[in-house]
């Protein structure tokens, strides 16, 4: 007879968390956010930790090397997507590797032919008023002068002047070689009141720029996640498949983190994905496995030597897998069962295995409620997918900014690595949608935002550590009417924007 669970799953919607006693020292200010990323003997550190518990993720729509070096900034990482070749892959995270930063590589380029009218649907388009005009019109072609907003006036000028009449030449411009510090280059902005400094090779192309606005914000970044070479740390994503191809690309690329991305991990084919890794690498490879939704599927993929475990089967917001498969399992249900079972792992090995609760967060406090119930870090797609640095297009949709975001397993994506079985290499059936969110601008300021309520919380809580918040949580499911009580409710409602927790 088949088994039946004695009680239903949950989500995370219907849970809430109870304060407890908040001392004096409990203040936001005072919250640590550090969590381990990969496993650990105890009494041992980790040999990789976030400073955010915030992973962005394996999604063409979501996880790229712009989104990766903004999400290090903040102290998270993210795994860039594994459904394309392994080659894009593998520069996509070389590039998060060489990436310095404050040096930017141009993405506002002209060639000298073009016309005040490129230059206008260029700003228009990238939102930057500073463009190289390179002999090519690449971002690293031989640099023949700038353009600025002070190089034209649209009221005075025709759209069809070309730019190289109206440009700033080269020979008039303030650069630095490619040696140049950081610091070396901002004491050149500021003796020149520059707004951006071009940074060239010794052929004269135009290797990045430095911009005034960049090193300011580079002291805002006191999370930074960084390797010991102090370069931003990144993961990506990979399949059951072309592993042995791939993985190597991806280890010469310098990645310091892998993802097997599975719709269903408590397999054999994750088993000797992890098997072969560890066989060429040993522990030098730090890779995590899922995605499952018991304790049993944890247990499996922590002796097959999984770094971490990743929880999630049809909970994420553009997933159909339940509708499509009748698999899968209340989010919050899924984290609580596997981190019961990955204490009693710990207990019986010495072997702390972190566990991320993938997908599902709507609200910012879902984050808490998942830290709560015993994830060590979260992996988020819709959240991320909604800010300036993810990879889709913002479109206006009914008046309102939005961005596009698919699923891995939507027509749109192909993923079909990620949903095989052993069976043929196509997706039979798409077990996700192609949809819109509403745009939520910079990554940075989103975060901060609800990283500010995550910490509140956890003060409620009396905690200023995650493992703290693990212990001292008291956690209640609520009732269908309490939860309309939640909301506002029996009011008239001034303002109709919506609600910012989204
Ligand atoms: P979200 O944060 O709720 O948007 O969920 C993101 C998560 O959904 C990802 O990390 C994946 O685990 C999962 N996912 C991504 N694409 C698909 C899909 O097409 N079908 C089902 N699940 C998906």
Known sequence: MAYYYDEPSHTFSEYLLVPGYSSAECIPSNVSLKTPLVKFKKGEEPALSLNIPLVSAVMQAVSDDRMAVALAKEGGVSFIYGSQSIESQAAMVRRVKNYKAGFVTSDSNLSANDTLADVLALKEKTGHSTMAVTEDGTPNGKLIGIVTGRDYRISRMSRDEKVVDFMTPFDRLITAPKDVTLKEANDIIWDHKLNALPIVDENQRLLYFVFRKDYESKKNNPNELL????????????????????????????????????????????????????????????????????????????????????????????????????????????????????????????????????????????????????????????????????????????????????????????????YDLGGDKKLSFVEGVDSYVPYAGSLKDNVALSLSKMKHTMCNCGALTIKELQKKAKITLVSATSIVEGGAHDVLLKDSTPNQNQ
């Open 227 to 418: 390797d010991e070479k102090k370069r931003y740390i990144v993961g990506a994503g990979i399949n059951t498949r072309d592993y042995a191809e791939r993985v190597p690309a991806l280890v010469e690329a310098g990645v310091d983190i892998l993802c097997i991305d599975s719709s269903e991990g408590y397999s054999e084919w994750q088993r000797m994905t992890l098997a072969w890794i560890r066989e060429h690498y040993g522990d030098r490879v730090k890779v995590g496995a899922g995605n499952v939704v018991d304790g049993e599927g944890f247990r499996f993929l922590a002796e097959a030597g999984a770094d971490f475990v990743k929880i999630g089967i049809g909970g994420g917001s553009i997933c159909i897998t339940r509708e499509t498969k009748g698999i899968g399992r209340g989010q919050a249900t899924a984290t609580i069962d596997v981190a019961k079972e990955r204490d009693k792992y710990f207990e019986e090995t010495g072997i702390y295995v972190p566990i991320c609760s993938d997908g599902g967060i709507v609200y910012d406090y879902h984050m808490t409620l998942a830290l709560a119930m015993g994830s060590d870090f979260i992996m988020l797609g819709r959240y991320f997918s909604r800010f300036d640095e993810s990879p889709t297009n913002k479109v206006m949709v009914n008046g309102q900014y939005m961005k596009e975001y698919w699923g891995e397993g939507s027509a749109r994506a192909r993923n079909w690595q990620r």
